[in-house]
């Protein structure tokens, strides 16, 4: 490929790719529409994702220069749930004027989005699905084909454009979950795989197994079992909005989920670990707010150590 030497274009793409970062479902069909205008564009956009991923944490809190086209009000890369704690989306552009341009081809096809624990990303691919990483989380995409994607540990939501004659297809250790016209939210750990389906449906592939799950439908899957559930669809990928659902999950999974979004160590006394859980747990406001929050709601102790949280009766 060429290089892009129309900063207007480079300046537009930067700016889309900061405004899709902050999840405003309002502007899709505009970034839609925007790819469509110029051949440039898609390439563009490519290439702002790319040194994103790349300079991750060098410039976070670079402003961006307005353009005619794309509204005034995207200034700046950050953006986070409180002031207080730094669980932001990591987001870092390198601006282009003058003579800077990104030279194309000189990427790897695949690539690797990170996240540490208690940070969370959000971005588009090219063919527009949407990607919501939580905390403690690897993830693998490719350039050459946005529909073909590697979860390797933590949390991801997947808002997939559909294409039939293309399925969305994520793979998590061997085992392939294929778009059907989706969203749906994964979610790996060392001891096993949990896929939920919050719209339309995907196709779980495991061996010699096919399993169609539909909106609602919950699927668990270890090394030696598969085990189909439910829940409501309003509470799937919840984490994306700051806020964790359960309904009869047990201390150890809820802790393991609040270490992830919040970026601290939590430890279970060994009589609580088994105790299950059902509620609704907000990760809005300070630590010590979410910390007195999460003790009411549990009925325990929660108490503050040097790197996080213990939890006893």
């Known amino acids: 490929m060429t290089a892009i030497h129309d900063s207007r274009i480079e300046e537009e793409a930067i700016a889309w790719h900061i405004r899709l970062a902050q999840d405003d479902d309002d502007v899709w069909d505009r970034f839609a529409e925007w790819l469509e205008a110029d051949p440039r564009n898609n390439a563009a956009y490519e290439a702002i994702a790319d040194a994103d991923r790349a300079l991750d944490g060098v410039a976070r809190e ?3 220069r307005e353009t005619d086209n794309v509204q005034p ?3 700046t890369v950050r953006v986070g749930w409180s002031s207080s704690r730094g669980w932001g989306i990591a987001a870092s552009l390198v601006l282009i004027f003058g003579t800077a341009w990104f030279g194309y081809g000189q990427f790897d096809d695949s690539y690797e989005v990170t996240t540490r624990a208690g940070e969370m990303r959000r971005f588009a691919l090219a063919d527009g699905t949407r990607i919501a990483v939580n905390g403690g989380t690897r993830l693998i995409l490719h350039r050459r084909d946005p529909r073909s994607a590697q979860l390797l540990a933590g949390e991801a939501r997947f808002i997939v454009q559909h294409d039939d004659t293309h399925p969305f297809t994520l793979n998590v ?3 392939r979950i294929v778009d059907v016209g989706t969203v749906f939210n994964v979610r790996k750990t060392p001891r096993a795989l949990r896929v939920e389906v919050a719209e339309g449906a995907v196709r779980f592939e495991s061996g010699e197994v096919r399993l169609r ?5 919950t699927l668990d899957a270890d090394a030696q079992t598969l085990r189909e559930g439910s829940r409501p669809v309003s509470s799937i990928g919840s984490w994306v909005d ?3 659902v359960y309904h009869s999950r047990s201390l150890a999974d809820v802790s393991v989920d609040l270490s992830r979004a919040l970026g601290i160590a939590i430890e279970l006394a060994p009589d609580v670990s088994t105790r299950s859980f059902t509620g609704i747990i907000q990760l809005d406001g300070d630590d010590e707010t979410v910390r007195a929050r999460v003790e009411q709601l549990l009925g325990l102790k929660v108490d503050k150590t040097a790197d996080g949280w ?3 009766p």
């Not at 799950?213 to 439908?217: I, S, V």
């Open 62 to 64: 670079m402003a961006v």
């Open 73 to 75: 009000e995207i200034k």
């Open 173 to 175: 250790d061997g085992q």
């Open 213 to 217: 799950l539909n909106a609602g439908d």
């Open 242 to 244: 700051g806020k964790l």
């Open 310 to 312: 213990t939890i006893s």
